[in-house]
């Protein structure tokens, strides 16, 4: 009767070391899943912000002595109705910019998130800049706050567009 008692205890003993190792592997896969989304997500996060931050930079940093390569840099991180508009008015720009001689230095201060998800995102962004012209030879500072609307495509974050806000 001894010999059953141990052969019981064993056993339970058994399916609980059992229940006690599949609970932990199940714990360490829920940990991990979610940890692996958490960075997943900060990782969309920081790439949202950089390609914001990129954009602005783009935006408001243009010379007219290399207007086409200034623009060719903006257009290369644009799209939709955002990279037609500003690419009908390339034109137009580049010569309005010859003409006063501008030449705008863009500096990012500060960026949020308003909203994202996997495909889009909108992005408020303060930048200032000095514009000097010849109608402003020593440069004059603007500050600029724009909302920077991305969306998500072949794996890169481009401006789908942008607006002056307040």
Do not use: C
Not at 117 to 126: F, G, I, P, T
């Amino acid at each position: 009767m001894a010999a059953r008692r141990t052969d019981g205890m064993t056993r339970a003993l058994a399916a609980g070391l059992v229940l006690a190792i599949a609970l932990t592997t199940a714990a360490a896969i829920w940990l991990g899943v979610g940890l692996a989304g958490q960075r997943a997500a900060e990782q969309r996060r920081q790439d949202v912000l950089a390609a914001a931050r990129q954009s602005a930079l783009n935006f408001t940093s243009l010379d007219y002595r290399h207007y086409d390569r200034d623009s060719a840099t903006v257009l290369k991180s644009a799209t939709g109705e955002f990279k037609k508009q500003f690419s009908a008015q390339s034109e137009q720009l580049t010569k309005l910019v010859a003409e006063n001689r501008s030449v705008s230095e863009g500096q990012v201060l500060d960026a949020g998130i308003v909203r994202s998800d996997a495909r889009s995102a909108r992005v408020l962004v303060v930048a200032d800049s000095k514009v000097s012209n010849t109608a402003a030879p020593e440069g004059q500072a603007r500050t600029y706050r724009l909302q920077i609307d991305l969306v998500h495509r072949d794996g890169r974050w481009l401006t789908s567009d942008v607006e002056f806000v307040g």
